[in-house]
């Protein structure tokens, strides 16, 4: 079992920059690939961006290539998304997830990871 605590999230102006944090509750140490995706209330989760496990591999949505940096601390269990450039439709609720079964990827599928934080919640408004 992985317990995720998300942290970081708040109120900026378009252009702004906020770093996210996903804590985790038990080590890691390198065995799981992780992600971020976020949910727009009356819409469905949407992938933001994911990692590997050593942190070779990295993907992100199409939305946030260029603005959005994923990484992450195997001594520290954490992980973060460096988010610059922010814009309106970048408002959500940002979750950290965990898959234990396929380290080696970086998936963007929802149903390939099975552990999840509660959130934290990015507003973009002028």
């Known amino acids: 079992q992985v317990q995720l605590v998300e942290s970081g999230g708040d109120v900026v102006q378009p252009g702004g920059s906020l770093r996210l944090s996903c804590a985790a509750s038990?080590?890691?140490?390198?065995?799981?690939?992780m992600a971020w995706f976020r949910q727009v209330p009356g819409k469905g989760s949407e992938f933001v961006a994911a990692?590997?496990?050593?942190?070779?591999?990295?993907i992100y949505a199409d939305s946030v290539n260029g603005r959005f940096t994923v990484s992450r601390d195997n001594v520290k269990n954490t992980l973060d998304l460096q988010m610059n450039n922010l814009k309106l439709e970048d408002t959500a609720v940002y979750h950290c997830?965990?898959?234990?079964?396929?380290?080696?990827?970086?998936?963007?599928?929802?149903?390939?990871?099975?552990?999840w934080g509660q959130g934290t919640q990015v507003t973009v408004s002028s």
């Open positions: 997830a965990v898959d234990p079964d396929r380290p080696w990827l970086a998936g963007r599928s929802q149903s390939s990871y099975r552990y």
């Open positions: 990692i590997n496990w050593n942190g070779a591999i990295t």
């Open positions: 038990s080590r890691t140490n390198g065995q799981y690939a």
